[in-house]
C-alpha cells in the first residue's frame, strides 16, 4: 500500500536549476534505499542517483557533479536537486523506493531542459 508522490518537474532553461522531490507514504517497514531513475523518449529507463538510509550515494557519471540526492527519513522524503541542467538531462524522472524485497515507483515527473 505504498504510495509515492513526486513533485518539483518542470521547464528550465540550459544552465538553470530544479529540485525534485518524492514522498513515501503507507510504508509498514522501513525504506531501504531511495532513488532517482530517468527515460528520455526511445531511451530506456536508467540511473540517476540513489542514496542508502545511512546516506552513501551513488550517481550515474552523467550527472556527477552536477546533481544531488538527499534524503529525510522522518518525513519519508528523497530529494534531488539538478545544478547545470542539459538538453540531455530532459527526461521523465521517476522515484524509486527499495525495501528488503520490494521496489516501488512513482508517478514520473516531466523534466525539459530547453531554452
Known amino acids: 500500500q505504498v504510495q509515492l508522490v513526486e513533485s518539483g518537474g518542470g521547464l528550465v532553461q540550459p544552465g538553470g536549476s530544479l529540485r525534485l522531490s518524492c514522498a513515501a507514504s503507507g510504508s509498514r517497514f522501513s525504506i531501504n534505499t531511495m532513488g532517482w531513475y530517468r527515460q528520455a523518449p526511445g531511451r530506456q529507463r536508467e540511473l540517476a542517483a540513489t542514496?542508502?538510509?545511512?546516506?552513501?550515494?551513488n550517481y550515474a557519471d552523467s550527472v556527477k557533479g552536477r546533481f544531488t540526492i538527499s534524503r529525510d527519513n522522518a518525513k519519508n522524503t528523497v530529494y534531488l536537486q539538478m545544478n547545470s541542467l542539459k538538453p540531455e538531462d530532459t527526461a521523465v524522472y521517476y522515484c524509486?523506493?527499495?525495501?528488503?524485497?520490494?521496489?516501488?515507483w512513482g508517478q514520473g515527473t516531466q523534466v525539459t531542459v530547453s531554452s
Open positions: 524509486n523506493v527499495r525495501f528488503f524485497a520490494a521496489d516501488y
Open positions: 542514496i542508502s538510509r545511512a546516506g552513501s550515494t
